[in-house]
């Protein structure tokens, strides 16, 4: 799953979120949120729909983000078959 990290950091102010606080209730390290933020790595889908539901995400905007992941990655396979 590739969320872009300006996406992540806003999502993480949303939630009122320090980079601190949030690595240690998603229980990873500090460094590993500022690699998601940075775009240096990117959560899997379950660290994100973690870190949607700390932060306050509504539902409805969760599954919208979900689904235009899938519709994504799907399109992105199709070129590459070509």
Known sequence: ?????????????????????????LN???????????DRSSPTVNEFIKM???C?????ALSKCLSAQDTLENQ???LSKN
């Open 56 to 60: 306050g995400l509504p539902e409805s």
């Open 1 to 25: 799953m590739y969320i872009f990290g300006k996406d992540l950091e806003a999502l993480r102010l949303y939630g009122g979120f320090t980079k601190k606080k949030l690595s240690e209730e």
């Open 52 to 54: 949607a539901k700390l």
């Open 76 to 78: 992105l396979r199709n």
């Open 28 to 38: 990873v390290c500090t460094k590993t949120i500022k690699n998601y933020e940075s």
